[in-house]
């Protein structure tokens, strides 16, 4: 069983993700801010018991262990980023630099 970090848990690529790996065995952390993510994508995930969610905007570091990341945090809409670009390049950018320095640790 591999344990996976999900980013972006709660959209709709990401639950499915999420569905995916839970389905081959795999340990699943789900993580969203739901800033654009819905808590009903991901309540039927809740079942699974390999299943475990942490609400925590990326652009701030996190600690956790994991051997994969699955980085699909990012708020992909026209609405959204046209609202808050600032915002959209800091989950872009900040994200990023955190997820990899999650996995280089």
Same mark, same amino acid.
């Given at each position: 069983?591999? %344990? /996976?970090?999900?980013?972006? #848990? #709660?959209?709709? /690529?990401?639950?499915?993700?999420? *569905?995916?790996?839970?389905?081959? &065995?795999?340990?699943?952390? &789900?993580?969203?801010?739901?800033?654009?993510?819905?808590? *009903?994508?991901?309540? =039927?995930? %809740?079942?699974?018991?390999n299943?475990?969610? /942490?609400? =925590?905007?990326?652009?701030? !570091?996190?600690?956790?262990?994991? *051997?994969?990341?699955?980085n699909?945090?990012? !708020?992909?809409? !026209? !609405?959204?980023?046209?609202?808050?670009?600032?915002?959209?390049?800091?989950?872009?950018?900040? &994200?990023?630099?955190?997820?990899?320095?999650? #996995?280089?640790?």
């Open positions: 069983m591999v %344990k /996976i970090l999900v980013t972006g #848990a #709660a959209g709709f /690529i990401g639950s499915n993700l999420c *569905e995916r790996l839970l389905k081959n &065995g795999d340990e699943v952390i &789900g993580m969203d801010n739901f800033y654009t993510g819905l808590k *009903e994508n991901i309540e =039927h995930l %809740k079942s699974y018991k299943f475990s969610f /942490i609400e =925590h905007d990326i652009t701030q !570091p996190y600690d956790v262990e994991c *051997e994969q990341i699955y699909l945090a990012c !708020p992909a809409s !026209p !609405p959204y980023y046209q609202a808050d670009p600032i915002k959209t390049i800091k989950t872009n950018v900040l &994200g990023m630099l955190n997820m990899l320095e999650l #996995a280089n640790e």
